[in-house]
């Protein structure tokens, strides 16, 4: 994959916007605008890019931090969306894991419960 800092930057913007859009639809149509039932977190994981190429040097520029154990990259709570509902955080992830997967990467929406 040949990216310039730009597209990366962009396409990270367009993964955040993607599950920003998701989570908060999910929200006001299935929780009808509350926060409720299950809590937890959720993450979108950037896979197979490893840290001390181009790329991913471009991806910790863009703001995407390296998970220590997985040796992938992530974005915690992608959405950016300050609820606890587990639900709405994986709705937010899926969308910004299949943004990464439009552009070549390989990427998994993944969550726990709290």
Not at 31 to 40: F, I, N
Not at 45 to 55: A, M, S, W
Not at 73 to 96: C, R, T, Y
């Amino acid at each position: 994959m040949n990216f310039t800092q730009n597209q990366i930057n962009t396409i990270v913007a367009e993964a955040r916007d993607a599950a920003h859009q998701a989570a908060t639809n999910y929200f006001h149509t299935v929780l009808r605008g509350q926060d409720q039932y299950a809590c937890g977190f959720a993450w979108v994981d950037i896979c197979g890019v490893k840290g001390n190429t181009k790329l991913g040097r471009m991806l910790k520029a863009a703001g995407v931090e390296r998970s220590d154990y997985k040796k992938c990259f992530s974005i915690w709570n992608p959405s950016g969306l300050p609820l606890q509902n587990v639900d709405v955080k994986e709705a937010g992830a899926s969308a910004a894991a299949r943004v990464f997967e439009k552009y070549g990467f390989t990427a998994y929406a993944g969550s726990r419960l709290d």
